[in-house]
């Protein structure tokens, strides 16, 4: 695991020990790492200041999902039960021993969690009663445990990824299955004003796989839903600037590039930082703004 400068000046840090084990799955809040490392014993969620010091260990289980994030004293991450039972745990980078888990049972699950300002916004599968699950968007306040219903899907709806700011929740979900395509939704943190900023059908309709947030825009990992394999129909990064709370904004593509554009991370206002293919290697790029409409 390494960590640079999001302008690209000086070297890169090792921040991972060279212990054998594979380290993944980074976040940061521009103080400390967190991260997965895997290996023969159990996974283990670790972290590190960025100045430098010791790898701590925070929490070790079965596994671990991918969504992982740290905001000041607070790091949460998707949990992985017996049986791939998923479930959302934080904790205290002081006190590691002090945390929280929810869901992780076979009929109550939790997903995709990611922070702002001492808020969790993750998904949830419930089961209500036989065969019946109620799927929702939810937040929880760190401090007070209080939870709050963001929004229900509809039953049998896929809960994709979750972003949050301090204005904002945003999440993926499909709830047309089978049609190739996902929709990027927002509220606000009260669950007012719920807006579809890409919606599920229509023509400009995109398969998205992940997002990320800053304060100032939302940018979506996303693909055309065809088929065919050309430049075009490639993942590419698109972006959408925080309007209004009433306002769907107008999406710009981050860049022109060729070739496959993953792995996202939202730096400080409109900047991103992403892998690119356009040069037949993976290339760890960035803009500060986004690039246009490519037309």
């Known amino acids: 695991m390494w960590a640079g400068r999001t302008d690209g000046k000086g070297g890169l840090k090792l921040m ?50 991918s969504s992982m994030d740290v905001e000041g004293d607070v790091v949460t991450f998707e949990h992985h039960n017996h049986g791939g039972r998923r479930g959302v745990t934080y904790l205290s980078l002081r006190d590691p021993a002090n945390k929280v888990s929810l869901g992780g049972g076979t009929y109550s699950q939790a997903f995709f969690p990611s922070l702002s300002g001492n808020k969790v916004a993750y998904q949830t ?3 209500v009663t036989g ?6 968007t939810r937040i929880v306040d760190v401090v007070t445990g209080e939870s709050t219903v963001v929004h229900q899907a509809a039953p049998g709806a896929a809960l994709g990824p979750t972003a949050i700011t301090g204005e904002h929740v945003y999440w993926l979900l499909d709830e ?18 719920v807006t579809d900023l890409s919606p599920e059908t ?17 940018t979506m990992e996303a693909r055309t839903p065809v088929a065919e394999m050309r430049n075009e129909y490639l993942a590419k990064l698109w972006q959408f600037p925080s309007a209004g709370d009433d306002a769907t904004p107008h999406r710009t593509r981050v860049s022109c590039n060729r070739g496959e554009q993953l792995s996202a991370a939202a730096a400080a206002g409109t900047q991103v930082l992403w892998l690119d293919a356009t040069t037949g290697v ?11 409409t490519c037309g």
């Open 16 to 65: 991972s020990p060279n212990d054998g084990r594979y380290h993944v799955d980074p976040a940061t809040d521009g103080t400390t790492v967190v991260w997965v490392a895997y290996g023969s014993g159990p996974v283990e969620v670790l972290a590190r200041p960025l100045a430098g010091g010791p790898v701590r260990k925070l929490w070790s289980g079965r596994g671990v999902g």
């Open 125 to 127: 599968r419930h089961r």
């Open 131 to 136: 065969s019946t699950y109620e799927y929702a």
């Open 176 to 193: 047309i299955d089978q049609n190739g395509t996902t929709a990027l939704r927002r509220a606000a943190l009260d669950g007012s004003r």
């Open 202 to 218: 229509g023509p400009a309709a995109l398969n998205i796989r992940d997002l990320t947030v800053s304060r100032e825009a939302v």
């Open 282 to 292: 993976s290339d760890m790029v960035t803009r500060t703004k986004p690039a246009g």
